[in-house]
């Protein structure tokens, strides 16, 4: 059997407001192989983007530890973070968060200078459908395009992960399929493992490996044989 | 509203910084227009009140010799409304093992009102009896520790003669104790005034009966032009040296310039301040509008009208300018009061009561809320196009843009991607940068105007000393002497070489316009007194005709070979034409220079002189030589460089103080404004540099994308900045410049280099205080929002 790239144990992340303690997740654990297109399903506040922020480096559990590759990230420093969010981590957003001074080649480029074997970007923009746009700065696309290129973005450093916190959220539903396509696509092609947070249900369908959270703990985890292409998938 | 009010004043809380740095502006500025404006209310009321109740004269005539009845004469004189005579005249006096000149001037025996009258400060009158007794200027008293009762032994035509000091007083006319006006400050211990009986005095000058100074009032509403002329033409037979008015004479003139300059300073400073908080006002408040705008949308939908949501938002402005003044108020009137004790310890004024002038505090308040509600107007005013719905809809984002720099491949090419977000930002926001850079633009110039004073002090201490004034030692006499007479001094041992010059004061005129100046005639090719042009060229002194500053050619509009009117005041001389040779520098006086020849030929009187200049051949032996100079008959002074050099740079301690007053504005006016825009720059761009956080940058990276845009407005900023405070130092020291010096304005490389580095630095502290504000960004509570 091969080793598991990710492996969440016991995670529990405490926050406190005001006098009160809230915990975002409690004793999470799941793990996750090498090449799966992996979906978190939960409902808003089940602490799915919680644990997504932990694995992606940008969070440390308050109890339990993460590890990435057989290494326990939850013992990094601050900088040590910062250098595993370079060299490991491509993250998608819900609402891309591209830089608006700069053009949709240019949020690419800035980040591949930031990788020890980035990809070529003009294949990316290509691989993503944006030949045609590169010039163009974020205002001037539209949000399925302002996804694309965040997706190119996160691609282009060719990381180890590729966290997606609800990346068709704000689209509408045709451009969400074919954002959730290129994704499907990018895991068959090169193998990538991915990771897609989301409310949505219906997107289960096209992961091999599916984990439903509720109140902050797993709350079922299935392998999905047989994932359906998104062109396949209604809802 | 209340509730509103409420919900204002935690905005504010949440950004204390910026509030705070607003505040500090606001303060400051108020805190100079009430200090100075009460400080110049202040020293003019005493001034002026001074003057009347101890009779300042309107008129000071100096002549040779006229009899004591000449006083009924002159206040017979329309429009004269009295006049006192007196014998004025200088001598040595070896004092605190140094040499120092004293101005002797008679009072009557018994004491009356008189023009020019005294205070007397402690001791008293002169008594009946005693002739030797004599009242001193509570400068000179108290420079050189001197006690009532003491004896003193000043040499008069070559005599020592003993007064006893029997009081301490202090005049009108010698607030400010300059010997004359070539001199730029006063050296108390160096000279000082003393009062003796008029009969004692008409003795020891021989001047028996008569005098050779007469103070005139006038009556109120006469013209002193007029006066005047009718005071000199009456006068005309007992050989007048000068008439002149308070606005030529030394300390009445040097006071009433220090206060202008104080009053204009009042109005000009405060109103930098005042424009520099209206800018960042501007700016902070149309983002807060601009990020409220939901806010503002939800406020109108529930039914709050446009005028209520206007001044709830402009309320801000006015707790700015409410706060600011009212702290700057009471600061101000404090600082009022010191700088009023400041400005007279220089002064000597009689300042009975410092008042607080309650009048500045309602201007200061009026002026700054005018400020910050203009200010907050301008840029809240587009709440009224602000509509409900549309607000609450979600704003498309801003657009980046391709600008012209873009098209320079070779430099674009060559930017990081963190330099071309940087860039493009910028130019997206060119008015918030442009207002920004004017907080550089100011601070700079004050910074260079302030460094740069201590550079034109140096080149004119290095031109008058170093090149003009090339002698080790000025010796002055009482009277004219032939220069054969100069031998003796010439056989003192260690003086290597003596120079006779002859100093005497004329009335040069080109039509209507005329002035009172020196006359100075120099030896043919003087090695130690000498004249340069403007770039420091030596001049060679004309063999006819005369050589004239800059300064008093632009006073009577005259050029190079123009003729000019002189009028000696030597007893039969009648005005004379002479042409303008040459244009010359000078820093200190307002002179004329001529050759001794050519004057003998205009006087006739031989080869005279009114002074003489030594080189020693080793200047340790300087106080030797002086002590031996000043046993001299008809000595009246000794001046040695040294002793004037050290006194000039006894000041440029004090101004050195106020450099530094200036460097730390400076600061605050620049870390002020940058610290505001970068915070409302970090505010909005949160998610941007959240994202650059995530993606893997570190905090280096990430604070590069404000930090340098910091350092690119400010050197944007110096790139003016630095120009303007050229202009506004050179403009600066001409307006200061006064009859009695003209202060060339110099800047040297290396003061850019410390104006540059400075403002660096400053700009470095700002970034250094917004670290925290980037550091303590949360990645995923921005990335979690939606915009």
Known sequence: MKDPIVVVKDVTKEYTMGDIKVKASDKMSFEILQGEFVVVLGPSGSGKSTVLNMIGGMDRPTYGEVFVEGKNITNYSDNELTMYRRKKIGFVFQFYNLMSNLTALENVELVKSLSDNPLNSEDIMREVGLSDRTSNFPAQLSGGEQQRVAIARALVKNPLLLLCDEPTGALDYNTGRLILKLLYDINKNTNKTIIVITHNAAIAAMANRVIRVRSGAVESMSINENPKPPERIEW | ?787
């Open chain 2, 1 to 787: 509203m209340n509730i509103l009010f409420r919900n204002l004043l935690r905005d504010i809380k949440k950004s204390k910084g910026q509030f705070i740095s607003i505040l500090i502006i606001v303060i400051l500025g108020v805190t100079f227009y009430t200090a100075i404006n009460s400080a110049f209310k202040n020293l003019s009321n005493s001034s002026d009140k001074y003057y009347e109740e101890y009779r300042l004269a309107d008129i000071w005539v100096d002549l040779y010799k006229a009899p004591i009845g000449i006083q009924e004469k002159v206040k017979s004189i329309p429009n004269v409304e009295t006049a006192t005579v007196r014998i004025v005249n200088d001598a040595s006096i070896s004092i605190s093992e140094e040499n120092a000149t004293l101005r002797f001037i008679t009072l009557p025996d018994v004491k009356r009102d008189i023009v020019n009258d005294i205070v007397i400060k402690s001791g008293r009158y002169f008594s009946e009896g005693d002739t030797n007794q004599c009242l001193l200027d509570e400068d000179f008293f108290k420079a050189n520790e001197l006690n009532l009762g003491e004896y003193i032994y000043p040499i008069i035509n070559g005599n020592k003669v003993k007064l006893k000091i029997v009081g301490c007083v202090k005049s009108p006319e010698f607030v400010y104790t300059l010997k004359d006006s070539s001199e730029i400050m006063a050296d108390n211990k160096k000279f000082g005034i003393i009062y003796i009986k008029q009969s004692f005095g008409e003795a020891i000058f021989d001047f028996n009966g008569s005098i050779n100074n007469i103070s005139i009032q006038i009556a109120k509403g006469s013209d002193v032009k007029n006066v005047k002329d009718d005071v000199e033409k009456a006068l005309k037979n007992y050989g007048v040296k000068s008439v002149i008015d308070r606005e030529e004479q030394t300390s009445s003139k040097m006071i009433s310039e220090e206060i202008k300059q104080l009053k204009s300073m009042g109005g000009t400073f405060p109103v930098i301040f005042f424009m520099v908080a209206s800018v960042i006002i501007y700016i902070m408040m149309g983002r807060m509008v601009e990020n409220q705008r939901t806010q503002i949308g939800v406020l109108k939908a529930i039914g709050f009208t446009n005028m209520q949501v206007l001044s709830y938002y402009m309320s801000y402005s006015a707790i700015i300018a409410l706060v600011g003044s009212f702290l700057g108020s009471i600061l101000g009137t404090y600082m009022g009061v010191g700088m009023t004790k400041l400005y007279n310890k220089y002064f000597n004024l009689p300042l009975a009561d410092i008042k607080i002038y309650g009048e500045f505090v309602i201007p200061a308040f009026i002026l700054t809320l005018i400020f910050c509600l203009f200010a907050g107007y301008s840029s809240c005013k587009s709440i009224f196009k602000i509509m409900p719905s549309e607000s609450m809809r979600q704003k498309s984002p801003e657009s980046g843009r391709k600008i012209i720099i873009e098209k320079i491949d070779i430099i674009w090419r060559n930017t990081s991607y963190l330099g071309k977000i940087i860039i493009r930002n910028l130019f997206r926001y060119k008015k918030r940068a442009i207002l920004t850079s004017f907080g550089v633009i100011f601070s700079s110039a004050i910074l260079l105007v302030a460094l740069s004073m201590s550079d034109s002090m140096n080149f004119m201490i290095d031109q008058q000393y170093g090149n003009i004034q090339n002698y080790d030692i000025k010796v002055k006499f009482s009277k004219l002497i032939n220069i054969d007479e100069l031998n003796n001094i010439k056989n003192i041992t260690h003086v290597k070489d003596l120079e006779p010059v002859l100093e005497t004061g004329v009335e040069i005129s080109n039509g209507w316009k005329n002035k009172n100046v020196g006359f100075t005639a120099l030896v043919k090719d003087p090695k130690m007194y000498k004249v340069e042009d403007k770039n420091g060229n030596e001049i060679s002194i004309p063999k006819n005709g005369i050589l004239i500053s800059e300064k008093l050619a632009n006073t009577l509009g005259v050029k190079v070979n123009d003729s000019v009117n002189i009028k000696f005041y030597f007893p039969g001389k009648e005005k004379k034409e002479m042409v303008i040779k040459g244009i010359v520098v000078q820093y200190l006086g307002l002179s004329t220079y001529t050759s001794m020849d050519n004057l003998n030929s205009i006087l006739g009187e031989g080869m005279i002189a009114s002074s003489a200049v030594l080189k020693l051949d080793n200047i340790n032996f300087e106080n030797e030589v002086k002590d031996k100079l000043k046993d001299m008959p008809a000595v009246t002074s000794v001046e040695s460089k040294t002793d004037s050099l050290n006194a000039l740079l006894s000041t440029m301690g004090a101004m050195k103080a106020s450099v530094g007053v200036y460097i730390i504005l400076a600061g605050i006016l620049l870390i002020a404004v940058l610290y505001n825009i970068a915070a409302i720059n970090i505010f909005e761009r949160q998610r941007e540099l959240a994202t650059l956080k995530v993606l893997g940058f570190n905090n280096n990276e990430v604070k590069k994308l404000i930090f340098n845009e910091n350092y690119i407005i400010t050197v944007f900023g110096m790139i003016i900045g630095l120009p303007f405070g050229k202009w506004l130092g050179a403009y600066l020291m001409a307006s200061s410049s006064t009859d009695a010096y003209t202060i060339p304005y110099v800047v040297e490389f290396k003061t850019y280099i410390i104006a540059i580095i400075i403002t660096l630095i400053f700009t470095a502290i700002t970034n250094l205080t917004l670290m925290k504000k980037i550091k303590s960004l949360d990645m995923i509570e921005v990335l979690k929002n939606k915009e």
